[in-house]
């Protein structure tokens, strides 16, 4: 089992940025590959952006040069640094850890960017 809670969430204006984290705990050491998901009102659950337990890194285009996913493993943390926010980034994001077969997510930070 792993638990996951997320922190960094708010509102911030357009051009801003945010961190996410994300804090890991229970069967960390089983853990293959932490995701960034978002879900704007609406619409569908969307992948943003993967580590893998190698330092693999890959990003869905509309995020790529502005996010960036990083991990410490010393604090068993995941981060997103979001930089040059859009209206459009405006989610709630989720972070998931997958654990062979098995998907754990955390309940979900809200991310607000005003025009």
């Known amino acids: 089992q792993v638990q996951l809670v997320e922190s960094g969430g708010g509102l911030v204006q357009a051009g801003g940025s945010l961190r996410l984290s994300c804090a890991a705990s229970g069967s960390i050491f089983s853990i293959n590959a932490m995701y960034w998901y978002r879900q704007a009102p609406g619409k569908q659950r969307e992948l943003v952006a993967i580590?893998?337990?190698?330092?693999?890194?890959n990003y869905v285009d509309s995020v790529k040069g502005r996010f960036t996913i990083s991990r410490d493993n010393a604090k068993n943390t995941v981060y997103l640094q979001m930089n040059s926010l859009k209206p459009e980034d405006t989610a709630v994001y989720y972070c998931?850890?997958?654990?062979?077969?098995?998907?754990?997510w955390g309940q979900g930070t809200q991310v607000t960017v005003s025009s």
């Open positions: 580590i893998t337990d190698t330092g693999t890194t």
């Open positions: 998931k850890a997958r654990v062979s077969v098995n998907n754990y």
